[in-house]
């Protein structure tokens, strides 16, 4: 009933003034916030750093504009809280962050605020960024270059900060990336043409972003050529498998398309030539 009878007295001597604080409240959920309640009314809610910073308490007067100011400062706080949480998975771009921030409905205004804010206190850096997905790209993804570049403009660094972090990428460190790679695919394709083999681990270099350079490089210091007997292996494994595909056609078609087949896999004419002939014996022979 006291409590009752003194919000009466201040919401009567507050008739002609601005609405006065009635009640703080601990939100439930959220240890650190708090709901104000303006005249006995439910009105915002602030972070406990704005409550701390403004001094807020039962019987202050609060104006429109200073509600504006308080809702504006507890959603900056909120803003930056969400960002320092986003930042503590790792590191992130100012892009990310703000675009971040703005697809949780925060304003751009207050999105590009805490990115300042958190630029100045050196939790967002660019730079710092850019050299340290470059140094990853390059020693846990073996990604090439142009890969690395194609990813950090997505992540809206500038060109010169791109260029920048590449030097922590030098030529031998490329080379040794685009051999291991090259060497996974001869393993890959042991049986598959010489000519194919070389094919695939150009095809492999270029989407994983190596320039021209590195790949003739490459294919320079890795040897893809297999002795005739391993190519002939290699061809007779594939032709089996399309003389099959195409048993129901008579030998002459047949022949033709096992042929084209082949060549287009990169077998020689004279190996295709052999093989065509001992099938065509086998069926002879049946």
């Known amino acids: 009933m006291a409590e009752k009878n003194k919000l009466e007295q201040l919401t009567q001597k507050n008739e002609n003034t601005f609405p006065l604080i009635t009640k703080i409240e601990v939100q439930k959920k959220a240890k650190e916030r708090y709901n104000i309640y303006l005249n006995g009314e439910y009105a ?15 019987g202050m007067e609060i104006s429109p504009e200073f509600r504006a100011e308080l809702e504006e400062q507890d959603g900056f706080h909120k803003a930056y809280n969400r960002a320092l949480n986003y ?26 605020a805490v990115v300042d804010k958190l630029k100045m ?43 920048q972090a590449l030097e922590q990428y030098p030529f031998e460190q490329m080379l040794e990336n685009g051999l291991a790679l090259a060497e996974k695919v001869v393993k890959r394709t042991a049986r598959s043409s010489s000519r194919e083999t070389k094919n695939k681990i150009q095809q492999n270099l270029m989407q994983k972003g190596f320039s021209s350079d590195i790949i003739q490089e490459v294919l320079q210091n890795i040897d893809t050529q297999k002795d005739d007997e391993d190519e002939y292996a290699a061809l007779k494994d594939q032709g089996d498998k399309l003389w099959r595909k195409h048993s129901r ?7 033709q398309k096992v042929k084209t087949s082949l060549f287009q896999k990169g077998f020689p004419g004279d190996l295709i030539s052999q093989f065509v002939t001992e099938k065509e014996m086998e069926e002879e022979d049946e």
């Open 44 to 58: 915002f809610p602030v972070d406990e750093a704005i409550l701390v910073k403004y001094i807020l308490h039962k």
């Open 249 to 255: 056609l008579d030998l002459s078609k047949k022949k």
């Open 121 to 163: 206190q050196n939790y967002i850096n660019d730079s710092t960024y850019a050299e340290s997905y470059t140094r990853t790209g390059a020693n846990l993804g073996g990604k090439g270059p142009r890969v690395i570049t194609q990813e950090l403009k997505k992540r809206g660094i500038g060109d010169e900060t791109i260029s």
């Open 87 to 112: 930042l503590n998975y790792g590191l992130r771009s100012e892009k990310e962050v703000r675009d971040d921030l703005i697809k949780h409905e925060i304003t751009f205004a207050t999105a590009q």
